[in-house]
């Protein structure tokens, strides 16, 4: 991190946006609530913006929202993302039931604390070995294929690789917390 950690090291855009990002922003945002960071570092370039909010994955899909958190927050967690994981769990860890001590857990533990049930176990299980090795063993995708439908753990995969990207531009972008943000 650099030494002044309120300055991202890409400034971001201001208002007035291009009318496709006011647009995205309006709907991805609370009313009164200012764009992240991150989201107006993107907002420089319409093609940048457009591709990354297109490969989101925060919406309905194969896995629940608890499953989608835990894994956005073991992988920010392990890639250093403060900024990231911060948000998620400010906005997000209530609604998936995600307690202090997983978020702790999340950030500082591992599979075995005994605050995870054996499938919120194997997620963890799933996301560190996917960042020690980029890949998942054969007993390890046995044990997933016993828990998930194929078409879960393709958007596990995909979740898992799309959040080690924004901890790739979070960190080195440099970005500072948000004001609402959680700390860990």
């Not at 909010?53 to 992988?75: A, P």
């Amino acid at each position: 991190m650099s030494a002044n950690p309120a300055a991202p090291r890409i400034a971001p855009a201001d208002p007035p946006y291009h009318p496709e990002v006011q647009a995205r922003l309006e709907a991805l945002m609370p009313p009164g609530v200012a764009p992240l960071v991150l989201f107006r570092v993107l907002a420089r370039d319409l093609r940048l913006f457009q591709r990354f909010m297109g490969g989101g994955l925060l919406d309905k899909g194969h896995v629940s929202l608890r499953q989608r958190e835990i894994v956005i927050h073991r992988v920010t967690a392990r890639c250093g993302s403060e900024y990231e994981w911060s948000v998620h769990a400010a906005i997000f860890a209530e609604r998936a039931s995600l307690d202090a001590d997983q978020l702790r857990s999340t950030v500082y533990g591992g599979p075995a604390d005994p605050c995870w049930s054996p499938e919120d176990a194997l997620l963890v299980r799933f996301c560190d070995a996917l960042h020690a090795d980029c890949t998942i063993g054969d007993a390890l995708w046995a044990d997933l294929r016993a828990a998930f439908s194929a078409e879960a753990i393709l958007e596990l995969l995909l979740l898992a690789g799309f959040y080690r990207t924004v901890s790739y531009l979070t960190n080195a972008l440099d970005l500072p917390p948000e004001p609402f943000a959680a700390r860990w």
